[in-house]
Every structure is written in structure tokens, then in C-alpha cells.
């Protein structure tokens, strides 16, 4: 189980740390694989972006209306985390819905 996230972003770590064996891949770091980031897109959407974080606050308007892979590309916190890659399933963020998918 790999979690696309930011190593200092506290959701990922309360992610990590209920999924014994899941590994971080940080965003940030590393970016965001090319063959994630297009099946998350494909999934989720526009749900991708974060659009109550500071970091897209921050954004012009210019900058916000690019493409949301571009702008998770130049901007890695814009992205919803975690990203959650159980066996090919795709999870978006740490609600209950998603800890019950994953937890039981």
C-alpha cells in the first residue's frame, strides 16, 4: 500500500500510522507519478484539489485555472492528501468512508 502525501502533513502521518506496512511516497520529494496522477485524475477530478487550503489560496486566478495535474505538479500541496493506492484502488483523502475501506 503506497500513500502519496507530504511528509509533514498530519493527515498523512494519522494515515500511516493506522496502516501498518503502507509506505509514504512524498509528493513533494518525489512528485507525483504520471501514471497515478492520471488515474486519480480520471477518478476523482476536481475532488483532487484542495480548494480550501492555504496553498490555493495563495494562488492567482491565473495560476488556478491550469490544468489540476500542472498545477499539482507546480504546487504539490494543492493536492487533497492523502493519496491512498491499496492493490490498484484508489482512495482520496482520510474521511470515515475511506478509513472503513481500509481499516474495516
Known sequence: MVVYGIKTCDTCRKALKSLPGARLHDIRAEGLPDDVAQAALERFGDALINRKSATWRGLS???????????IGAH????????????????????????????G
Request: charged residues 20%; aromatic residues 6%.
Open 61 to 71: 486566478e491565473a495560476v488556478r485555472a491550469e490544468a489540476p495535474l500542472a498545477l
Open 76 to 103: 504539490p500541496a494543492v493536492m487533497k492528501r492523502p493519496l491512498i493506492d491499496a492493490g490498484g484502488t484508489l482512495y482520496l483523502g482520510w474521511g470515515r468512508e475511506v478509513q472503513t475501506a481500509l481499516l
